[in-house]
């Protein structure tokens, strides 16, 4: 798994609410991604990161902001979660062209 | 947009016998990977190949690529109830240091005792 963490695991919330959700990496890598992956759509790429304090914007970036203010973490929040992002989100990392993914984290949003 | 498309959506197949999954893109890539993933569970790298490979092996995986079609197949061998899983195909198109994939939606793969 790389040494790739994600929290939390589950999470379930309201609409409106704020959102974050944690990837936690211990092998100093570089690039990291966030993506969801929802039924028929595969994953599909958020944001990622190329280092500290460094993102750019995915596939699917509204409603969603990152940041990285240290190598070993990105965080993903959603600012006021909409039901349109129930999903399950995986964090990844990048290591010689090939990517590790994190265990993942189901968010449901009520 | 998808880059990629998996064709089946699902198969079914009995312990021993060969699975052979395909996957079509639209633009030119750098490489194209194939992951596989199992129920519940994140994405585990299985293979990549280059833009100027057309074959490439691993154990008991085999992946073609044909850019002149925009496709490539991945065979699974022999293949045992393990191998049940999701399998996406992933496109990158960047040349630079940042790997961005493009993923496919996916095949389904049940294999019966």
């Known amino acids: 798994d790389a040494g790739i963490t994600q929290s939390p695991r589950h999470k379930v919330t309201e609409t409106g609410t704020p959102v974050t959700l944690r990837c936690h990496q211990t092998e100093n890598h570089r690039y990291m991604y966030w993506y969801r992956q929802d039924p028929g759509h595969g994953l599909r790429l958020i944001h990622y990161s190329y280092g500290v304090k460094d993102t750019d914007k995915g596939e699917v970036s509204d409603g969603y902001s990152v940041s990285r203010s240290k190598t070993e973490d990105f965080l993903l929040t959603l600012e006021s979660a909409t039901s349109s992002q129930t999903s399950v989100y995986f964090c990844a990392i990048s290591a010689s062209e090939t990517q590790y993914f994190g265990p993942g984290t189901r968010l449901l949003v009520l | 947009s998808q880059q990629g498309e998996e064709d089946p959506q699902a198969l079914s197949i009995q312990e021993g016998e060969n699975a052979t999954m395909n996957c079509s893109y639209k633009?030119?890539?750098?490489?194209l990977q194939w992951y596989r993933q199992n129920s519940g569970r994140g994405l585990v790298h299985l293979i990549l190949i280059r833009s100027n490979e057309r074959e490439k092996h691993s154990g008991r995986l085999r992946v073609t690529l044909d850019t002149s079609k925009k496709s490539s197949s991945l065979l699974i061998t022999a293949s045992r109830a393990a191998d049940t899983a999701s399998y996406f195909c992933a496109t990158d198109v960047d040349t630079g240091t940042a790997s961005k994939l493009t993923f496919g939606t996916g095949t389904r793969l049940q294999v019966t005792l």
């Open positions: 633009t030119s890539i750098n490489n």
